[in-house]
Nanobody, 126 residues
Framework: QVQLVESGGGLVQAGGSLRLSCAASGRSVSNYAMGWFRQPAGKGREFVSAISWGGRTTTYADSVKGRFTVSRDNAKNTVSLQMNSLKPEDTAIYYC???????????????????WGQGTQVTVSS
């Protein structure tokens, strides 16, 4: 079974940057799209970004477009999320997730993902 572990979260001032990483273990995720979601305190989980199995296609929520960049290294079985120009409203627990179906690009619903990491806290101070 695939296990996902996120890292790289922390406290940063508004305008700063963080790079989140997601390491997959147990089996390769190279044939699956991978996604990033976030959950602010007291709110539901929201889509942030996704990347196709080969890395050629990426999608972003409008709220992060132009500031966040998703990437993957299939040789290392990792996915990353570079977050620049952070805003206080980006404060949340960030989760990476594995697409449910092989070679399929999800459209943003959490139901399209079947394995989740434990999350990493990102806090942006104003």
């Amino acid at each position: 079974q695939v296990q996902l572990v996120e890292s790289g979260g922390g406290l940063v001032q508004a305008g700063g940057s963080l790079r989140l990483s997601c390491a997959a273990s147990g089996r390769s995720v190279s044939n699956y799209a991978m996604g990033w979601f976030r959950q602010p305190a007291g709110k539901g989980r929201e889509f942030v970004s996704a990347i196709s199995w080969g890395g050629r296609t990426t999608t972003y929520a409008d709220s992060v477009k132009g500031r966040f960049t998703v990437s993957r290294d299939n040789a290392k079985n990792t996915v990353s999320l570079q977050m620049n120009s952070l805003k206080p409203e980006d404060t949340a627990i960030y989760y990476c997730a594995k697409g449910r179906h092989i070679a399929t690009m999800p459209r943003g619903s959490p139901d399209e993902y079947d394995v989740w990491g434990q999350g990493t806290q990102v806090t942006v101070s104003s």
